[in-house]
């Protein structure tokens, strides 16, 4: 049974970078075929996805983010992280890791809790 969590910082100031950290048991990061999102959702919006990094190790991520997006993976600790670098306050909102197959796209079968995240001075 596939587990995630997230971790990091709660408050975050404006230009600074946004660093969280999956953490992963039950399966292995590097399982054939999955795929590993960070996905959020600010206040009063719905959910947008910010990019993955697949099984290989190969980031992807929205357009709309990709200039200010890294997401890496330690696969010793099963984890993978989120870099958002240059934050501003229209960036506040809960930020969810959550796995899906290759053979499912735009599905995720496994979600972190989420956890807040607010940019803020």
């Known amino acids: 049974q596939v587990q995630l969590q997230e971790s990091g910082p709660g408050l975050v100031k404006p230009s600074q970078t946004l660093s969280l950290t999956c953490t992963v048991s039950g399966d292995s990061i590097t399982t054939n075929d999955y795929y590993w999102n960070w996905i959020r959702q600010p206040p009063g919006k719905g959910l947008e996805w910010i990019g993955y990094i697949t099984y290989m190790g190969n980031g992807y991520y929205s357009p709309s983010l990709r200039s200010r997006t890294s997401i890496s993976r330690n696969t010793s600790k099963n984890q993978f992280t989120l870099q958002l670098s240059s934050v501003t306050p229209e960036d506040t909102a809960v930020y969810y890791c959550?796995?899906?197959?290759?053979?499912?796209?735009?599905?995720?079968?496994?979600w972190g809790q989420g956890t807040q995240v607010t940019v803020s001075s």
């Open positions: 959550a796995r899906n197959s290759g053979r499912s796209t735009g599905t995720y079968d496994s």
